[in-house]
């Protein structure tokens, strides 16, 4: 006996997403089933519905997940029915070589579960979790590792971005970059993920924090949540930040788009010596190429970076203090509150660069 829920269902790649029901098992030994209050739509799910990204269909999509546990399966310890949980879609093994190396956002089985079924359709069909997550649902069934506890004041339409764009934004200038008090950043790109980095910057004690953004309708935002300066994407934007820095370029450039032009970008605005640090998940047919002579003379660091290089278990407290101490604005973050039948628009929103983060809200009371 399983359980019916809601879901919306990619039943093929480049096609769009239908709300139908979805039969999920009771979840197994180490596995917990989760009640969704919120989940935000992130550039990612796009990129997965659209075939960027990899995907086994039919899926349900959603990785921005919060909601509160249903019941747990056999030998999950630290959770009960009732617990709101944030879900974390790298979740860690802890036994894996690169977990034991401290690099969790890399465990070698974090994507384990995108691969496996976890339920069906109501023809049979077999259905899989998108990054292992499936949270555009009202109920889903992940690994007990993929569950982080929150305190019960947090509200769980907010607490649904620390999930993906608050911890890899955020994390790309904490952890990644590491961005130092007085030191420069510039922030490509105001998506969700955008915005959280423009957060982080001023958290590090940044300054100036430059955001580059084409919709001018983000500036005020942007402003809000700690930029000095907010630019649009023009040919002399490396000289309009080099007059900003001291004539030399930024010492942190935090690309939040994930295409050619914008890396290339945030490699140009960065001074010699410093940091480019790409966050935005491009594709695999978008090249950019550097002459031989400017990796050597400028002495710039370029580096991926993977879910804020973020051990959520780790982050997610951290980022809650900031959050309790009003430093870190979740709130702002959220410019529409969706209902499961309107992904579409916010996948359409994405595309076109409008807003910050979509949220399905399923329960209108939290
Ligand atoms: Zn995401
Ligand atoms: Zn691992």
Redesign the pocket.
């Known amino acids: 006996m399983g359980t019916v829920v809601q879901a919306a269902v990619l039943r093929s790649v480049g096609g769009p997403l239908a709300v139908e029901q979805v039969e999920l098992p009771e979840p197994g030994p180490g596995q917990v089933r989760v009640r969704l209050a919120a989940t935000g739509v ?4 796009l990129s997965l519905a659209r075939g960027t990204l990899a995907q086994p269909v039919p899926a349900v999509l959603g ?2 997940g919060a909601g509160t546990v249903a019941a747990v399966g056999e030998g999950v310890a630290g959770l009960a029915a009732g617990d709101p949980v944030v879900l974390n ?1 790298t979740p860690p093994c802890r036994t894996c070589w690169f977990c034991l190396q401290g690099e969790p956002y890399l465990c070698e089985r974090a994507g384990d579960a995108a691969q496996r079924p976890y339920g069906r359709l109501r023809d049979g069909t077999p259905v899989h979790p998108g990054l292992g997550v499936g949270a555009f649902a009202t109920e889903t069934v992940v690994g007990a590792n993929a569950c982080i506890r929150l305190p019960a004041d947090v509200p769980l339409v907010e607490a649904a971005l620390l999930g ?2 608050v911890l ?1 934004g955020v994390g790309a200038v904490r952890n990644a970059a590491r961005v130092r008090p007085g030191q420069s950043v510039v922030v490509i790109g105001l998506g969700g993920v955008g915005l959280a980095a423009v957060q982080g910057a001023r958290i590090a004690g940044a300054d100036p924090i430059v955001a580059v953004e084409l919709a001018s309708d983000k500036a005020d935002l942007a402003r809000r949540l700690g930029a000095t300066h907010v630019l649009a994407p023009s040919a002399d934007l490396g000289k309009r930040i080099r007059a900003l820095t001291g004539g030399r370029g930024a010492d942190h450039a935090i690309e939040c788009v994930g295409r050619a032009e914008t890396i290339r970008s945030a490699w140009s605005v960065t001074r010699r010596g410093g940091r480019a640090t790409v966050v935005g998940l491009g594709s695999r047919t978008d090249t950019l190429t550097f002459n031989a002579l400017e990796l050597t003379h400028f002495a710039r660091t370029l580096a991926g970076c993977m879910y804020g290089d973020s051990d959520p278990t780790a982050d997610v407290p951290v980022l809650l203090d900031h959050y309790h101490n009003r430093r870190l604005d979740l709130r702002a973050l959220v410019t529409d509150e969706i209902t499961l039948d309107d992904v579409e628009d916010a996948f359409a929103r994405l595309a076109a660069g409008r807003g910050a983060r979509s949220v399905i809200r399923f329960q209108p009371d939290r």
């Open positions: 992130c550039h990612s799910d990785h921005e879609w993906c764009a890899t």
